[in-house]
């Protein structure tokens, strides 16, 4: 069909706009699109693993993002704002790509379709 680059700028907690983004790239992908999922500074928060979400009333999004991978979504986290974010690579949900600023750029450039989050 197309390809759709999902931007989630904004930490996953507080607003709706991490689970939306989560629920848009689950959506685009079951309507065979090349979704991908770019995670730019404090949406760089939604890949970290073990994240408690109990007694709140928002949903895992390390879980979201793992269903997102295990679909087929490309995961990219901003390298820069992991940093800014102090948070280690190693801390992300596997399958998420850390992509340098130019890759950021070039996913966006190649997204036929671009949604902000």
Do not use: W
């Given at each position: 069909?197309?390809?759709?680059?999902?931007?989630?700028?904004?930490?996953?907690?507080?607003?709706?706009?991490?689970?939306?983004?989560?629920?848009?790239?689950?959506?685009?992908?079951?309507?065979?699109?090349?979704?991908?999922?770019?995670?730019?500074?404090?949406?760089?928060n939604a890949a970290?693993?073990?994240?408690?979400?109990?007694?709140?009333?928002?949903?895992?999004?390390?879980?979201?993002?793992?269903?997102?991978?295990?679909?087929?979504?490309?995961?990219?986290?901003?390298?820069?704002?992991?940093?800014?974010?102090?948070?280690?690579?190693?801390?992300?949900?596997?399958?998420?790509?850390?992509?340098?600023?130019?890759?950021?750029?070039?996913?966006?450039?190649?997204?036929?379709?671009?949604?902000?989050?």
């Open positions: 069909m197309g390809s759709i680059g999902i931007i989630l700028r904004r930490p996953p907690y507080g607003t709706v706009d991490a689970s939306e983004a989560v629920r848009h790239a689950l959506g685009g992908v079951t309507e065979d699109m090349d979704v991908r999922l770019i995670l730019v500074d404090g949406g760089v970290r693993r073990n994240q408690d979400t109990s007694g709140t009333e928002y949903m895992n999004t390390g879980e979201g993002i793992r269903d997102c991978i295990e679909m087929g979504v490309g995961v990219y986290a901003d390298k820069i704002s992991l940093k800014e974010s102090h948070i280690d690579p190693e801390e992300l949900e596997e399958g998420v790509t850390v992509a340098s600023s130019h890759e950021i750029a070039e996913l966006v450039r190649e997204s036929d379709t671009i949604m902000i989050f």
